[in-house]
């Protein structure tokens, strides 16, 4: 049987108005505090050669070499960064889950 999103993580709506004065909603999933997860250090060929995901560094969905071990399989750890500011993720589900290391073992 399949574990459920909602048993790693939370989902959290927001809604803002931006500067043109658009009114932007949305949610956003992220894993719950008190969890932490195996972790495991896997580096891709492109990154064990010392090399860069993208020219500038920055990106939507650049891998990074650490995994997560979250219901039933290792799940690779991604980071969006933008602007020297970034957010790093899991996919489960097709959903973008938010971690950051406290989620770590």
Not at 2 to 18: G, M, N, P, R, V
Not at 19 to 35: H, V
Request: aromatic share 12%; charged share 20%.
């Amino acid at each position: 049987m399949k574990q459920k999103i909602e048993t790693i993580a939370e989902k959290h709506d927001y809604s803002f108005l931006h500067s043109d004065g658009e009114q932007i909603t949305g949610a956003s999933w992220n894993l719950k505090s008190g969890l932490t997860f195996p972790t495991r250090e896997k580096l891709l060929p492109w990154q064990a050669r010392g090399l860069m995901y993208t020219r500038t560094g920055y990106g939507k969905k650049i891998p990074t070499s650490k995994q997560l071990f979250i219901l039933g399989r290792w799940r690779r750890v991604y980071c969006s960064i933008f602007s020297n500011s970034g957010i790093c993720y899991v996919i489960v589900g097709g959903q973008e889950i938010n971690v950051d290391d406290c989620n770590m073992q």
